[in-house]
């Protein structure tokens, strides 16, 4: 029998030995678009089928026909466009759904809408869960400053590249970009999700930066989540607002065992408890503080 045709009778059993994977949604917040889980992707992609929607591109045409029609940029429009992509493009629920900053407001008001098309969440540095947000994108848009906003994301400096604020600076050139952001700010700034955190039923992990810059007030953030029914919360010592950027290796292995259920304990170097107990980071950690955590997880 030829090869070719061998393998066509061969397919029913290969197709049953085939398990498509869990998939894991990536939504991006307000001052970062989907090349921010530039260094995520290909972890997570070992053990899940990951996809990063392009809901919030602030130079697209599909936000400025929305612009130019008078409608408001606002977390409620960006979860219909999660909603969209999840039905047409994606379409296997229930989803694990990661969510950055603004991105984490999105997927928590779609698990409240469609708990049955949600296994579990994973919320990075979520914004609205307690107090005011320091908003320097929007400093830095008016003031055309993207040196100060990009150091204002990161605790360690040197993630704030030459090249990067270079990147930034030519987005600031372009009106049609600059426009969507400032329409998306005023539609999504002091929104709140607390208001829904007692009726999300997902197992959910929180990670937090310890030196979070945007968040007001972190302490007071992990008090307010501690509101949703089936929640874990680590805080990464010496770590600003994009922990996924700063700290992609302890990160990554965060979310990839919390989705597979292999998550059995929090190191003691990220337990919340340490920074409600100061109320802040004030003070520099011991060397090695975040090499037991790593270890932890090799």
Not at 18 to 44: C, D, K, T
Not at 68 to 92: C, M, P, S
Not at 144 to 163: M, N, Y
Request: glycine content about 8%; proline content about 7%; hydrophobic content about 40%.
């Amino acid at each position: 029998m030829a090869a070719n045709v061998r393998k066509w009778f061969d397919l029913p059993r290969l197709l049953h030995q085939y398990q498509r994977r869990m998939p894991v949604i990536l939504v991006n917040g307000l001052a970062e678009q989907s090349e921010s889980w530039f260094a995520n992707r290909a972890h997570l992609a070992r053990h899940f089928d990951v996809a990063v929607p392009e809901i919030l591109v602030y130079n697209g045409e599909v936000l400025h026909q929305r612009i130019d029609a008078g409608g408001e940029v606002t977390v409620e429009y960006l979860t219909d466009r999660l909603a969209r992509f999840l039905d047409e493009f994606v379409q296997r629920p229930p989803y694990h759904l990661v969510g950055s900053s603004l991105g984490g407001q999105v997927v928590l008001t779609y698990a409240s809408r469609h708990p049955e098309k949600v296994a579990k969440l994973v919320l990075i540095c979520p914004s609205g869960l307690h107090g005011c947000e320091r908003l320097p994108i929007i400093e830095g848009v008016r003031r055309s400053d993207p040196a100060g906003l990009v150091r204002s994301v990161f605790h360690h400096g040197h993630f704030a590249s030459e090249g990067l604020v270079q990147a930034i600076r030519r987005k600031f050139e372009d009106r049609r970009w600059k426009l969507g952001v400032l329409r998306t700010l005023r539609g999504t700034v002091g929104h709140s999700v607390a208001p829904l955190l007692e009726a999300v039923p997902h197992p959910t992990l929180i990670i937090w930066g310890a030196t979070d810059r945007v968040l007001s007030d972190v302490p007071g953030s992990i008090r307010a989540a501690a509101r949703l029914r089936r929640v874990r919360q680590v805080v990464i010592p010496r770590c600003g607002h994009a922990p996924q950027i700063e700290k992609p290796r302890l990160v990554n292995q965060l979310i990839s065992r919390y989705l597979r259920d292999a998550l059995e304990s929090i190191p003691p170097a990220l337990d919340p408890q340490r920074i409600l107990a100061r109320g802040s980071e004030s003070r520099p950690q011991r060397p090695g503080f975040l090499a037991t955590a790593r270890r932890s997880f090799d």
